[in-house]
């Protein structure tokens, strides 16, 4: 039978209940005021009552200090502890006396035997606790800092792991849930900009695509001397951008012979070396409008680098273009040249005068014959975007025929070694591309937008296959080792065929390409997105910007248009009878850099 009466105060799981009806079973109220039936053993006598409402369980008063060092080493139960804490033994007094044990800091056991802890645990207990309490201030200071947007020194250790959220490092941030903000590391992009953590230029891309930002410091060995052909008679011009720091190429004529001449990276990069590796796991130069991150140490350059010496070591590729334009009689020799190094706008200039006007006549033959062969001419809106000082510059790349000349001396050369290679079975990477579906020369932006999308990206494979985009029949890239590791892949297998060396089996030659391309396809992501980003900053820091863009694709009001002088894409609404190709004028109205997104509107 029930030793529980009605009225009484008991324990129900870890709160207060009153009894108010004994039967079979023990029917009891609950905080809530709901009822509920349980079992005798459900519930643990505190007080046998009479308690007519849970609400008297008001808080009280007593010496607890005092008792708990009286009743150091001995065992009491809860009518005890209540007359001696709190001096009687009522239901509130009960309740009080078992929220003391509940508490764990001076007390702990059941109703029936409470003990005193020792003065080592309660000491240790609020010690901890005073800790905990500590910790929960500071955390709620530190929270409301973040969302005022003002932080103090030591909160940068904690945004710590905002910024490997935004750096996608992790997936998951304890703050940002704290301040039921979703976790994405576009969030914490923002956070990290709204707290000043991150300056507002912030570029995270590199860290977060995981780049190695180090500048190679592999010792450099000096150039050992060999034979080499002279070639120092012929002017040679290495044409490239005003700015460009790592020229690699330079072009001859000799009167119908042509030379691309290359920096001869492989002459100092071994394969396997030390500098090979660190190149091959970087696939790349880093080109971010801010810096410049090399594959290979800046002194690779300093001795390499065409028109940087008096005389420079080069390997050149030296061929005839018959009247149809085709590669013929293709040579190769490590020699020496003296380059002068000029701009493509001073190039431009020059295009009357020999060599370069005679230069110009053969690109344009070769370029003739790729057109016939399908190649793709898109020429959609490029821009050079610089960052100097903090301030984004963005020029537009005028249409010049000196870069279209180079751009063909260049496939010139990397038709001629890919046609060499074949011919003496000399394993290299070459760069293929298959052809779209049907083949266009669009004339308009539009079209060559269209255009565009219908060819897949270029691979680098270990056997000949056809170039759509170029309209070659077999390609290799070859005139860049100083800045891209396949080019210097090619310059290891020439000099190694050259000197009567064993050249790398097909099977190394495909290793290494898969091994260089992981670098080079995250350098290109970082730069494509890195290009974006600092696009924005540009427009965010010129805020009465406004320009002309381009209609190229459009499906009833949903259009997507280019910006030429920034050379940008964008997407919006367009109302109105305007069609492809047709010019708007747009200005920013909402910019998200963390987002890397920007929407226009209509001027």
């Known amino acids: 039978m029930s030793t529980f009466t009605t009225g009484a105060l008991v324990l129900y799981k870890i709160r207060p209940a009153r009894i108010i009806e004994v039967t079979d079973k023990i029917t ?6 709901k009822n509920k039936r349980v079992r005798d053993k459900d519930v ?13 369980l008001t808080p009280q008063s007593g010496e607890i200090e005092e008792n708990w060092e009286l009743l150091e080493g001995a065992e009491t139960d809860i009518k005890e502890l209540s007359e001696l804490v709190f001096g009687d033994y009522t239901p509130a007094m009960a309740w009080a006396a078992w929220e003391l044990v509940s508490e764990g800091i001076y007390f702990e056991g059941e109703p029936s ?47 710590g792991e905002v910024e490997a959220l935004a750096l996608e490092k992790r997936e998951n941030s304890r703050i940002l849930q704290a301040l039921e903000i979703q976790e994405t590391p576009v969030n914490a992009h923002r956070l990290l900009l709204k707290t000043g953590y991150w300056p507002a230029n912030e570029n995270p891309y590199p860290r977060r695509m995981g780049i190695d930002e180090s500048i190679p410091g592999c010792a450099v060995p000096a150039l050992v001397e060999e034979e080499r052909l002279d ?16 020229p690699d190429d330079a072009v001859s004529l000799d009167g119908e012979r042509i030379w691309v001449h ?61 009247a149809a334009g085709d590669v013929e009689n293709v040579a190769i020799h490590p020699s020496w040249v003296k380059v002068e190094r000029i701009s493509y706008a001073a190039a431009d200039l020059r295009l009357q005068e020999d060599p370069l006007s005679s230069l110009l006549g053969k690109s344009q033959c070769y370029r003739q014959r790729r057109m016939q062969a399908g190649a793709a001419s898109i020429q959609l809106p490029e821009v050079k975007l610089k960052v100097s000082e903090g301030r984004v510059e963005i020029e537009p790349l005028p249409r010049l025929q000196s870069r279209e000349m180079i751009t063909d001396l260049m496939l010139m050369a990397g038709e001629g070694i890919a046609i060499y290679c074949q011919n003496q079975d000399i ?11 049907q083949l266009e020369q669009p004339q308009d932006l539009a079209g060559m937008y269209a255009y565009r999308r219908f060819f897949k990206p270029t691979k680098i494979k270990t056997q000949p296959e056809p170039h759509a985009g170029l309209g070659l029949s077999v390609y290799t890239r070859s005139t ?8 210097l892949l090619v310059h290891q297998q020439l000099r190694a065929h050259l000197k009567g060396d064993e050249v790398l089996d097909i099977h190394l030659i495909s290793e290494r390409i898969a091994q260089s391309e992981m670098g080079s396809m995250a350098n290109r992501k970082t730069e494509r997105v890195s290009n974006d980003h600092w696009r924005l900053i540009y427009l965010r820091d010129n805020p009465d910007w406004q320009g002309e863009a381009v209609i190229v694709a459009k499906e009833g009001e949903r259009a997507t248009v280019l910006l030429p002088s920034i050379a940008m894409e964008a997407k919006l609404r367009i109302r109105g009878d305007a069609g492809l190709n047709d010019s708007i004028r747009l200005k920013p109205r909402e910019i998200d850099i963390p987002d890397l997104s920007c929407y226009f509107r209509v001027i």
């Open 262 to 322: 290359v920096a001869d990276v492989a002459a100092l990069v071994a394969p396997d070396s030390e500098m090979d590796l660190d190149a091959r796991a970087r696939g790349a130069n880093l080109y971010l409008p801010d810096r410049v991150i090399p594959m290979l140490p800046p002194q690779v350059t300093d001795q390499l680098g065409l028109g940087l010496q008096q005389k420079s070591p080069a390997l050149s590729i030296g061929f005839n273009l018959s």
């Open 113 to 159: 035997s409470i003990r005193p802890r020792s003065a080592d645990q309660v000491a240790s207990e609020i010690a901890e606790r005073a800790k905990k309490a500590a910790e929960a201030e500071a955390w709620d200071g530190f929270i409301q800092r973040l969302q005022s947007g003002s932080i103090i020194e030591e909160d940068r250790k904690t945004l």
């Open 480 to 487: 860049s080792p100083l800045r891209r590791y396949s080019d």
């Open 28 to 33: 009891i109220e609950l905080e809530t005021g």
């Open 427 to 437: 394993p290299i990477p070459f760069a293929t591309q298959a052809p779209p579906d």
């Open 44 to 56: 643990v006598l505190l007080h046998p009552g009479p308690l007519s409402d849970l609400k008297e």
């Open 231 to 246: 070639l120092t008679h012929l002017p040679a011009y290495a044409i490239d951008d005003e700015d460009n720091q790592d």
